[in-house]
């Protein structure tokens, strides 16, 4: 069973975690051309089904957020071994992310798992073989990562069914 996701996509990694998402597993590949796997979860999993007034909800945060720069350079690893980049500054993500929340509270990031909802951008698993050191050398020149948060997106998950539902541009 799948779910849905609200996501600001980071096209600039795009090649690299499209990648790695084959790697572990290829059914997460969407075929959609408009998705972007690369992204930095705003609020997920998100609804299973979003009516007009949810996607009017949706919209109008979005609108309410002015585009913003950050920059993804800081490699770490969450303790369940997920490599993952960190970006500067977290606090537009954690800000949209708390509107998010608040306007859809049956929704908790990450289904309330986590005390500390840390934004990051996912970029593989930890193995032997695969460290932070490892990631950062696969990565090259792709880091330090200058992006630019432009839109919000709802996605949804699922084996072989992943792709784009829905986007908001930023500011409106």
């Not at 997920?44 to 720069?69: C, K, R, W, Y």
């Not at 920059?71 to 970006?87: A, C, K, S």
């Not at 798992?113 to 073989?129: I, M």
Request: with cysteine.
């Amino acid at each position: 069973m799948g779910h849905s996701v609200l996501q600001v996509p980071v096209p600039p990694l795009e090649r690299f975690v499209r990648e790695r998402t084959a790697f572990h597993d290829a059914s997460y590949v969407s075929d959609d051309p408009a998705f972007v796997h690369a992204h930095v979860t705003a609020l997920g999993p998100f609804l299973d089904e979003v009516g007009a007034q949810d996607a009017t909800l949706v919209g109008a945060i979005a609108a309410s957020v002015a585009p913003f720069d950050f920059v993804l350079d800081r490699i770490d690893t969450f303790p369940n071994g997920i490599i993952h980049l960190v970006p500067d500054p977290d606090g537009p993500f954690r800000d949209l992310t708390r509107r998010l929340w608040e306007a859809f509270p049956r929704c908790p990031p990450y289904a309330g798992q986590f005390a500390d909802v840390r934004p990051h951008l996912t970029l593989d698993a930890r193995t032997d073989e695969v460290t932070e050191e490892s990631t950062r050398t696969t990565l090259g020149g792709l880091v330090p990562a200058r992006c630019r948060a432009e839109r919000l997106d709802l996605t949804w998950w699922e084996s072989d069914g992943c792709r784009l539902l829905r986007s908001w541009p930023l500011g409106g």
